[in-house]
């Protein structure tokens, strides 16, 4: 049957994230309408778990999995592998940038977020994000290509070959940093034998004043406790001034070796957002009413990172994965309220509380109305059954999920492979040491 024939009512889904995959869920099986969902990649990323990709501890098998695969059972859904690059409101239609076009009679925006660089020189040219799997894959290969570098040539151990820079207090860096100070101390220390591993330096970086700066004072005090422990030094209260080929330099005059910046520093929306320029607001941002609706367009609708979705005391609730999931169930909700003639409601946040992992062995959480703290192995817990229920909102791999998580305290490791080398190149004579220490910069 061809479109033109096809009498159901047609939902366009822009993302294949948390919220696309939510949103399209919601609407698979129905008899009433059909799905278009349009992502850049054929398969949907478990973006919490992208730290670990890139530290060696899962491999990308482990955090990706096919949208196709996940709706072929689904007759009303049909995946197209395309970047959107427009949105027209008016014609309710998106146009890729292989220009195609695909209309239909809702759309759902559901495109994600993009690093924030925030105009930092140097950023977005030598820093590695961390916000996709191609992110993950590359920053694996840098670490482990700055390893081999250095088990060649300690001499480049002065050039930064063993010092790591990760820019961001949030769960992204802090996660990130503990995880890599495991992979130093458990597998890099065992593995490298002719290498003096324990020159390595990793620095954590933050404008403000304390990490995971929603959690409590007693959850500032456990996350700087277990990380100075694991030998990541903090530089907290400072801003990134300018990333280099071959150095970081920080507001207060520091200057670092590096050849490794790892940027956590923030998200924002992605281009595609700017479609809709009377509807952007904070970080470029779609701006959204209460039933994800948004403004002034009527029949498209917004969930996930790329929306400020209202939080009940007037603020925007965070860019979390449950956030992203339950919005774009919510989304679908009002478009089928909306094609069928029913009343729409309000999005109402079920809140899992806030968690991050330090390492091995050590992680945050704060649960609950009254965010009931906890540490340890029992604060592990409760992160594993939140990210095991965002999981099965993808796919059936609970048993795999929750095995691996007993595993997690172990020192087993993934897949310590170097396979994305352009990332793994280094130009060693750019940006080279003599220049910074000969203008007198400090040096740590």
């Not at 140097?122 to 840098?142: K, Q, W």
């Not at 100075?228 to 907290?236: N, P, T, Y």
């Not at 001034?241 to 490794?260: Q, S, W, Y």
Request: glycine fraction near 12%.
């Amino acid at each position: 049957m061809s479109d033109a024939e096809d009498q159901r009512r047609h939902v366009v889904v822009v993302g294949g994230g948390f919220a696309g995959v939510g949103a399209t869920r919601r609407l698979a099986g129905r008899d009433d309408v059909r799905v278009t969902l349009i992502d850049r990649n054929n398969y949907h990323q478990f973006q919490p778990l992208l730290y670990q990709v890139a530290t060696s501890q899962l491999a990308s098998s482990d955090i990706a999995y096919s949208l196709r695969k996940l709706f072929a059972e689904d007759e009303n859904v049909a995946v197209k592998l395309a970047e959107v690059e427009t949105i027209d409101a008016a014609a309710r239609s998106v146009t890729t940038t292989d220009g195609d076009v695909i209309a239909g009679d809702a759309i759902i925006v559901a495109a994600g977020s993009q690093p924030n660089f925030f105009r930092t020189p140097g950023a977005a040219e030598h820093a590695f994000p961390l916000y996709s799997l191609d992110d993950a894959l590359a920053l694996r290969s840098r670490i482990l290509g700055v390893f081999e570098a250095a088990d060649r040539d300690a001499s480049l151990i002065d050039q930064g070959a063993l010092a790591f820079v990760v820019v961001g207090g949030g769960p992204t860096g802090v996660e990130l940093a503990g995880a890599l100070a495991d992979l130093v101390a458990e597998t890099m220390a065992e593995e490298y034998h002719d290498l003096a591993v324990s020159s390595v330096q990793i620095h954590l970086v933050d404008l403000g004043p304390t990490l995971l700066g929603p959690f409590s004072e007693d959850a500032h005090e456990y996350v700087a406790k277990i990380l100075g422990r694991k030998g990541v030094r903090m530089h907290l209260g400072v801003a990134v001034t300018e990333v280099g080929a071959g150095h970081v330099t920080l507001a207060d005059g520091t200057a670092i070796r590096t050849r490794c910046v790892v940027w956590g520093g923030g998200i924002k929306a992605p281009p595609v957002a700017g479609a809709l320029p009377d509807a952007q607001g904070r970080g470029g941002r779609l701006a959204v009413s209460s039933d994800l609706s948004v403004a002034g367009a009527p029949g498209i609708y917004a969930a996930g990172d790329i929306a400020n979705i209202p939080a009940p005391d007037g603020s925007a609730l965070p860019q979390l994965g449950s956030v992203a999931l339950q919005s774009g169930v919510h989304a679908a909700n009002t478009v089928m309220a909306d094609l069928t003639g029913e009343p729409r409601s309000p999005f109402h946040y079920h809140d899992k509380g806030i968690m991050a992992m330090i390492g091995r062995g050590a992680a945050i959480a704060e649960v609950g109305p009254h965010r009931h703290e906890l540490h340890g192995a029992i604060a592990f817990s409760a992160w594993l059954g939140v990210h095991a229920q965002l999981m099965t909102g993808v796919r059936n791999r609970i048993d795999a999920f929750v095995s691996w998580g007993s595993d997690y305290f172990s020192k087993r490791r993934g897949p310590q492979i170097l396979d994305h080398t352009d990332a793994a190149e280094i130009d060693w004579d750019e940006d080279p040491a003599p220049p910074l220490a000969a203008a007198g910069h400090p040096q740590p």
